[in-house]
Every structure is written in structure tokens, then in C-alpha cells.
Nanobody, 114 residues
Framework: VQLQASGGGLVQAGGSLRLSCAAS????????MGWYRQAPGKQRELVAT???????NYADSLQGRFTISREIAKTVVYLSIDNLKPEDTALYYC?????????WGQGTQVTVSS
């Protein structure tokens, strides 16, 4: 199973983006879906996660501008980002957990110009 992330791009500060991540095949029993990001020279960090039951969790520093949602029947997870800032520039990765297995997408680049 592969995860394909899309929706990234070059945007001006203050703009919005919606990232999508779809699995090549439905991952039944997925318990958690989420997004991480990695900026140049920095470690990968959590952005947001969502459980099968719809409970969401956001990194403390990112609450308010990020919204995670999912279509669990299709194993698709979305990340909406509003009021983008230059510090949001990063490679955004999606992940899906099933049991003890974590699937990762290849990442989609978000670049925010000031």
C-alpha cells in the first residue's frame, strides 16, 4: 500500500492550501491518520492526527490555522492550512497507522513566500 500526498505548492503568506493524501488501496482497520512536516535543517514534527473515531490532535504551536479531516472508508486524509506563514514552509508527510504498522507518504512541498 502506498500513500500519495498532493496539494502542496508555492503560495503567498496569508493564503490557504488543502493537502490531500490517498492510499493506493483501502487500509482497513486504520486507527490513526495524520500529517507531519519537516522544514530544511529541522527535525520532522507532528502537525495533526485524527483517529478512526474522528478525535483530532494538533501540535500546540499550530492550533487554529490547521484543520485535519479524513474519509476513513477511502483512507484519505486532508490537511487544510489557513493564513499560511513563511515558517510553514516544509515538506508535509502523511501517515496512516494500522496496528503496529505505520505507512508514510512521500511528502508534498509547501513553500510560503513573504
Amino acid at each position: 500500500v502506498q500513500l500519495q500526498a498532493s496539494g502542496g505548492g508555492l503560495v503567498q503568506a496569508g493564503g490557504s492550501l488543502r493537502l490531500s493524501c490517498a492510499a493506493s488501496a483501502r487500509i482497513s482497520g486504520a486507527s490513526l491518520m495524520g500529517w507531519y512536516r519537516q522544514a530544511p535543517g529541522k527535525q520532522r514534527e507532528l502537525v495533526a492526527t485524527i483517529t478512526a473515531g474522528g478525535h483530532t490532535n494538533y501540535a500546540d504551536s499550530l492550533q487554529g490555522r490547521f484543520t485535519i479531516s479524513r474519509e476513513i472508508a477511502k483512507t484519505v486524509v486532508y490537511l487544510s492550512i489557513d493564513n499560511l506563514k513563511p515558517e510553514d514552509t516544509a515538506l508535509y508527510y502523511c501517515t496512516v497507522r494500522r496496528g503496529t504498522v505505520n505507512y508514510w507518504g512521500q511528502g508534498t512541498q509547501v513553500t510560503v513566500s513573504s
